[in-house]
């Protein structure tokens, strides 16, 4: 089984200033974790993941994870907001074991202020 | 460019009357999803295939059908169509389990 929480529906910051997204899961295996961004009107697109290779990962835009095991955490990072990361983020976990299905989170949305 | 192509992209249709969506990918990958996206929901699993012909329940199937007789096809089947299915329906695609999904533009569904 495997579930994944993202703590904020929300999170509202200032250009030039750091953002933090929150993400918790959980799973029965090891597990593959991602995070997807998805602009207003548009598909969703692969920020970066992590897939027991290095526990920090980077990803596109300056943005970048930690995998915390004993923490059950992939929180999501970037030093300086700027204006075109307002946008949808979504946490997704996926894991072996026979199941196929990513878990979704439920969404984080981003609103940066100028 | 992950080759995966969604029609219609809008359609508006009435209560009752069937629906068919299509995803079509370039990539020949096995994994086949389709998910409805509703604001509060985040983005809920209705069918996916792992192969052709091969096929299986999300957690929102009901009211929903699929089928997949080519690698590259995923069809989605709204058999008689419900205000309550208006959503965007995204149409998505992995090569495996750990690896990420490639998701299509999308498909905005009116139910009058």
């Known amino acids: 089984a495997q579930s994944v929480t993202q703590l904020d529906s929300h999170v509202s910051v200032s250009e030039g200033t750091p953002v933090l997204l929150r993400c918790n899961y959980s799973s029965s295996y090891s597990p593959s974790l991602f995070w997807y961004v998805q602009h207003p009107n548009k598909g969703l697109q692969l920020l970066l993941k992590y897939t027991s290779a290095a526990t920090l990962v980077k990803g596109i835009n300056g943005f970048e994870a930690e995998f915390k095991k004993s923490e059950t955490s992939f929180h999501l990072t970037k030093p300086s907001a700027h204006m075109s990361d307002a946008a949808e983020y979504f946490c997704v976990v996926s894991a072996s074991g026979g199941s196929y299905i990513p878990t979704f989170g439920r969404g984080t949305s981003l609103i940066v202020h100028p | ?112």
């Open chain 2, 1 to 112: 460019d992950a080759g995966i192509t969604q029609s219609p992209r809008h359609k508006v249709t009435e209560t009752g009357t069937p629906v068919t969506l299509r995803c079509h990918q370039t990539e020949n990958h096995r994994y086949m999803y389709w998910y409805r996206q509703d604001p509060g929901h985040g983005l809920r699993l209705i069918h996916y295939s792992y192969g052709v012909k091969d096929t299986d329940k999300g957690e929102v199937s009901d009211g929903y059908s699929v089928s997949r007789s080519k690698t590259e096809d995923f069809l989605l089947t709204l058999e008689s169509a419900t205000s309550s299915q208006t959503s965007v329906y995204f149409c998505a695609i992995t090569p495996g389990t750990y690896n990420e999904q490639f998701f299509g533009p999308g498909t905005r569904l009116t139910v009058l």
